[in-house]
């Protein structure tokens, strides 16, 4: 098993920047792609960022292409997100999830694993 736990989240005003991370215990692998994604009130989960083991590879959402910026220390098997230039229409519950495949997609079945997720509200 593979445990997840985000942090970092909180409340910011339009233009501000949060760097959420995301913590992995258990029994992790070596090569596991890592996800971001976020589900708003009365919306379906959406794809935010992923990236690869090497963090090579990264893919981002277009609605947050440009702002956001996912990385991964591997040594302390956590990611981050870097989320700057944050709009009223980021507020979600951001969740972190991992994949035992050296593979990112933005397909959430895709993932095997998931934290709790950190709420992240941006007023206007």
């Known amino acids: 098993q593979v445990q997840l736990v985000e942090s970092g989240g909180g409340l910011v005003q339009a233009g501000g920047s949060l760097r959420l991370s995301c913590a992995a215990s258990g029994r992790t692998f070596s090569r596991q792609a890592m996800g971001w994604f976020r589900q708003a009130p009365g919306k379906e989960r959406e794809f935010v960022a992923a990236a690869s083991w090497s963090g090579a590879s990264t893919y981002y959402a277009d609605s947050v292409k440009g702002r956001f910026t996912i990385s991964r220390d591997n040594a302390k098997n956590t990611v981050y997100l870097q989320m700057n230039s944050l709009k009223p229409e980021d507020t979600a519950v951001y969740y972190c999830?991992?994949?035992?495949?050296?593979?990112?997609?933005?397909?959430?079945?895709?993932?095997?694993?998931w934290g709790q997720g950190t709420q992240v509200t941006v007023s206007s």
């Open positions: 999830a991992a994949r035992n495949i050296d593979y990112a997609t933005d397909y959430a079945r895709g993932y095997g694993y």
